[in-house]
């Protein structure tokens, strides 16, 4: 009898030690994940090389101008449709100075931009003809770009020489409008009257390779890759601080798009240096297209408004994002999500890892209600809404049901991060009716000036992870169950 009982003790032992273990395993399965991320998806990014055929077309030969305030466009172009006519190879440059207006790279095209060589846009925007694009989340007319790939496959654009957007008189148009238009209660539209110059678009194309590019003071952003697939985005300097502080002059913007490759950029703008969108608000909601299968590896964000930013247009879901050896340095934020409660969509499946910050202003800034003056149309009275301008009354259209509006981000992982001399290490705020979901956090250590909250937010799961305070601050967390930061993680 003693023989039976103390086998059924031991039996009962070994049961809840599995029971434990089954428990330890299931409550960690997100950092298990994690740490061995690297689903096959990564491999298939980015655009596919492709042959060019090797004959050169030189600009110079179709009547360029050697005048820097000549406007050369026209010459550049008819140097690129007889390339594209006559089955592809290089178009290039000579050494010197180019002015020009929106050019339209075609299909088997290799534009090559030498050492030596630098196209500037012309600072009149009526030499940007105006398209059909999207522009902060809405589809509307808006000026082409400087250099733009629309509708094609097949195309190259790279070398050392420089790309200079002239961006200063669109920064200055657009401060001067913001003055005239915010008294009048029409912040939300300004961004979208202030018709500026973006410096590169890929739209609706496949397979195309930007790379090796200096490019400074864009008009407005500086790289789009809007509705596009298998795009590559390499050895970029980006430089529109100078001479001024360019608003909304974004790094690169990845656009309602899929198979982006971006890597080994070096970033220094004014807004967001590398940054995740897919449509504004019913519009958005309208054209329904995802940003997912993207990596962003081994570059620079400097000055901007974040290192790694998605949103503020979520509209279409933004998933299956992988950020890898980014350094920020003097970036506004490290990882930025944002959006607001008349976008909608989902932000899910995003992995960071092996990123340093250095002198963020804070390490993790999430917001579902961004930037409410821009964020929320309102027409003012004395308005008609019968006489506005078509662009006014997409913005003014609203979601319905509400309940549509509301964004949802959730699987977020950070791993292997350093944050060093950030004012703020987290603020992270969902809502009531939409809590922030599954953060992961494993071996990463940050010094702040303060600490921050955390508010409606639910299952955060930490592992090796420290934070040191110059105030000896703690988080403060509200309305998150399941968020618990013991005091093992603060470092006196």
């Known amino acids: 009898m003693k023989t039976k009982l103390l086998g059924a003790f031991i039996l009962t032992l070994l049961l809840i030690s599995c029971k434990e273990k089954t428990q330890e395993t299931t409550s960690n399965s997100n950092l298990s994940t994690t740490e061995n991320f690297q689903p096959d998806w990564i491999a298939k990014v980015g655009a596919k090389d492709f042959q060019v055929e090797e004959k050169t077309y030189w600009v110079n030969d179709y009547g360029i101008k050697n005048d820097t305030t000549a406007l050369n466009t026209e010459a550049i172009q008819k140097a690129i449709d007889d390339c594209a006519k006559n089955g592809g190879g290089t178009v290039s440059f000579q050494p010197g100075i180019y002015l020009s207006g929106s050019i339209f790279v075609k299909e088997g095209v290799h534009l090559e931009i030498p050492k030596g060589v630098e196209i500037r846009g012309s600072q009149n925007i009526e030499d940007y003809p105006e398209i059909d694009t999207r522009v902060a989340g809405i589809e509307m007319k808006w ?8 509708n094609q496959k097949n195309v190259k654009i790279d070398g050392e020489g420089l790309v200079n957007g002239q961006g200063k008189v669109f920064w200055d148009y657009y401060w001067n409008l913001r003055k005239e238009y915010e008294p009048k209660g029409l912040r939300w539209i300004v961004d979208y009257d202030a018709k500026r110059p973006r410096t590169f678009l890929i739209s609706n194309s496949e397979n195309v390779f930007l790379q090796e590019l200096n490019i400074q003071k864009a008009g407005f952003w500086t790289i789009q890759v809007l509705y596009s697939q298998y795009i590559t985005v390499d050895g970029v300097t980006i430089r529109n601080n100078i001479g001024g502080h360019g608003p909304s002059t974004d790094g690169v913007d990845i656009d309602s798009s899929k198979w982006i490759l971006v890597q080994n950029c070096d970033i220094d703008c004014n807004d967001d240096n590398f940054c995740l969108k897919a449509g504004r608000d019913w519009d958005g909601q309208r054209v329904d297209k995802p940003t997912e299968y993207v ?172 934070l040191k305070t110059d105030d000896h601050s703690k988080v403060k967390i509200e309305n ?3 968020v618990q930061l013991p005091d093992s993680l603060y470092i006196q």
């Open 480 to 482: 998150s169950p399941g």
């Open 143 to 150: 000026p082409a770009a400087l250099i733009n790939v629309r």
């Open 295 to 466: 990596v962003i590896r081994d570059c620079i964000a400097r000055a901007g408004s974040g290192l790694f930013t998605i949103g503020s247009e979520t509209a279409g879901d933004v998933r299956h994002v992988y950020a890898s050896n980014i350094k920020g340095l003097g970036t506004k934020n490290g990882l930025n999500v944002k959006s607001a409660i008349t976008r909608g969509g989902t932000v899910e499946d995003v992995y960071l890892e092996n990123i340093e910050m250095d002198s963020v202003r804070t390490f993790i800034e999430v917001s579902m209600n961004w930037n409410p003056s821009y964020s929320y149309s309102k027409l003012p009275e004395g308005y008609d809404i019968d006489s506005v301008p078509k662009r006014w009354k997409t913005l003014l259209k609203e979601v319905k049901p509400k309940e549509k509006g509301i964004p949802t981000f959730k699987d977020i992982s950070l791993y292997n991060i350093e944050v060093r001399g950030a004012k703020r290490a987290i603020n992270v705020n969902g809502l009531e009716n939409s809590y922030i979901t599954n953060f992961n956090l494993k071996d990463v250590h940050i010094q702040a000036a303060t600490a921050g909250q955390i508010n409606y937010s639910k299952n955060w799961t930490l592992e090796n992870v420290s």
